[in-house]
């Protein structure tokens, strides 16, 4: 009668996940997540965040990333900044670290900052 | 929102300075840092920002360039090697890294280094003592390219070793570029092996690329072989010898021969 008994096929166990975010909604509420879990705690060493390299890339477009970081030594010819940007702002005639201050607030949420005054 | 995150940084700064090392290391790192501003109080808990997406380990950016025209016994590994900061987050990362040039487009003979927070670039640091590491020889034109694609694979943690790894060095030099991947332990063969055929794969190597393993204690050998004389010398100074190694040409590091 039960014919069923069917042969699973075998997957490749994947090592990486990809998920895309569009909204800040999305995003895990602590740092021990990731989004869409890409946590495993299974592989050697014990758990470990595992981004892959398109993931990693994706990252590079999202406002923060691109804000010059606080603190970056001016050494010259090393230490510049991003091409395209420099381009944006040069068009308008602002230097690039006038703007650290601007994307950054835009990509904050209310939550966060909330959250900030209690640390 | 930052600022909020820099508070968080001054309430843990004081000893950034890790275990390891020598007291004389951190002395010098320290009076290093106070010379860069704001420095200090940003160095020990970087934090991802909200929203932001947290890396399995914080790292820290190095420069270092060899000055050229110094008279090179003068120079001094440490001195000539530069923090450009440290991160804890994907975002946090590519904001530096979009503000740095690319290997590539380097002048001179430079090196970055993107090591974990708390490990020096340096063969001497306790977490790379007993390492080595893994360098590819590459043709000019291919620096940027494979050394993106080399730390992009360590923050993401495709190494799978564990905690081994310790950094990645990419090295500017007049006729070629090198790129070389640290980790902790040379003898462990498991992990150097997995660490070699990760490379290939993120590399995206042909088959033929040649890739060598060295151990750091042969290289600081190789170079005490070079400098016999550096027994004379105090810590931290490095001896410029002829010859020519990937991250650490033209220095030398007398450890624990100090005769003052």
Not at chain 2, 225 to 250: F, M, Q, W, Y
């Amino acid at each position: 009668m039960s014919t069923d008994c069917q042969k699973t096929t075998a997957k490749a166990i994947p090592s990486t996940r990809r998920v895309t975010i569009n909204d800040a909604a999305h995003m895990p509420h602590d740092y021990s997540t990731t989004p869409g879990g890409t946590l495993f705690s299974t592989t050697p060493g014990g758990t470990r965040i595992i981004y892959d390299r398109k993931f990693l890339l994706g990252c590079r477009s999202s406002p923060v990333a691109k804000t010059p970081p606080k603190g970056l030594p001016k050494i010259p010819g090393v230490t510049s900044p991003p091409s395209k940007d420099t381009d944006e702002k040069a068009h308008n005639g602002e230097l690039l670290n006038n703007n650290i201050t601007a994307p950054d607030s835009s990509s904050s949420t209310g939550d966060d900052s909330q959250f900030e005054m209690d640390i | 929102m930052n600022n909020k995150f820099d508070a968080l940084k001054d309430d843990d700064s004081g000893d950034h300075d890790q275990d390891q090392g020598s007291p004389k290391d951190s002395e010098k790192e320290k009076a290093e840092d106070e010379d860069k501003e704001q420095n200090t109080s940003k160095k020990k808990m970087v934090v991802p920002g909200a929203g932001e997406h947290p890396l399995q380990y914080n790292y820290t950016f190095w420069y270092s360039r060899r000055t050229p025209g110094r008279p090179a016994s003068t120079q001094s590994y440490e001195q000539n090697i530069k923090q450009i900061g440290s991160f804890a987050s994907v975002e946090q990362f590519w904001r530096f890294y979009s503000h740095m040039i690319r290997p590539g487009d380097l002048t001179g003979h430079s090196d970055f280094h993107l090591f974990k927070e708390g490990i020096k670039p340096m063969w001497e640091d306790d977490a790379n003592k007993m390492g080595g590491k893994w360098i590819i020889r590459l043709r000019k034109g291919l620096a940027s390219r494979c050394w993106e694609n080399l730390i992009l694979a360590m923050l993401g943690e495709q190494f799978m070793v564990g905690e081994e790894i310790c950094g990645a060095v990419v090295s500017v030099r007049f006729q070629e570029d090198i790129i070389s991947i640290w980790n902790k332990t040379a003898s462990d063969q498991a992990t150097t092996a997995r660490i070699r055929d990760t490379l290939r794969r993120v590399l995206n190597l042909p088959p033929n690329t040649i890739m060598e393993y060295k151990t750091h204690t042969d290289s600081i050998k190789y170079w005490r072989t070079l400098a016999p004389h550096t027994d004379n010398l105090c810590k931290s100074v490095r001896i410029d010898v002829l010859g020519d190694d990937e991250s650490r040409e033209g220095y030398l590091y007398v450890d624990s021969h100090c005769v003052i």
